[in-house]
């Protein structure tokens, strides 16, 4: 195991959640993406692209679960990047067929893509604030059987789920968008300029 570069993924992870902390006590997330934050995702993001280059996806033989977790969570915030998303959740699937990471990574992934790109998620992990101002899943593709694929994949069912993030928005007080439309018309220009969406 490489235990230097671990290390240094595991302090990458921590500078994200540090600066997530801090505007979310500040009251600045949501909103729109904080430039603080983008600055932190595309540091780490450009770092991750260097370790990807030099010794392939750092899976758990090259710097043990909690590293390999850190770079799975470096890449689902690259949210700037579609090219690298797109990349890394093929090199976690090849990942995951040597047992050097697990399914849930590949599902939120999978599921983080389909969403920014418009298309129903797979394993529903990704939520959203609907019309009604509630904290919902995005749309899920054959979603009678989103629970067994969400077992497969080691997660608790869309219930639970559903549940524990209402629970964590309502922690962290977070409210639906003030004026829906024009936050909507925001994030789709985000989209467009960041490269999602045609």
Avoid at 53 to 71: I, K, N, T
Avoid at 137 to 144: F, H, L, M, V
Avoid at 158 to 178: D, F, L, Y
Wanted: a negative charge; one cysteine or more.
């Amino acid at each position: 195991m490489n235990t230097a570069l671990r290390e240094e993924l595991l302090a990458m992870q921590a500078e994200d959640m540090r600066v997530r902390e801090e505007l979310l006590k500040e009251g600045a997330l949501g909103g729109g993406y904080h430039p603080r934050m983008r600055e932190v995702h595309e540091r780490n993001a450009a770092r991750l692209k260097e370790i990807i280059a030099a010794s392939g996806w750092p899976g758990a033989a090259l710097v043990g679960g909690d590293g390999s977790h850190a770079a799975w969570r470096i890449v689902q915030h690259s949210i700037s990047d579609p090219p690298f998303q797109r990349l890394c959740l093929q090199a976690i699937r090849s990942a995951i067929e040597r047992e050097e990471a697990p399914l849930a990574q590949f599902a939120f992934l999978e599921d983080r893509i389909r969403f920014f790109e418009g298309r129903p998620q797979v394993y529903g992990t990704q939520f959203h604030w609907d019309e009604n101002g509630e904290m919902n899943p995005w749309p899920i593709e054959d979603a009678e059987r989103v629970d067994e694929r969400r077992a497969d994949a080691g997660l608790n069912s869309i219930a639970e789920r559903t549940r524990e993030i209402r629970e964590q928005s309502a922690r962290e007080a977070e409210k639906p968008p003030e004026n829906p439309a024009e936050e909507k018309t925001k994030f789709e220009v985000w989209l467009r300029e960041n490269g999602w969406r045609d």
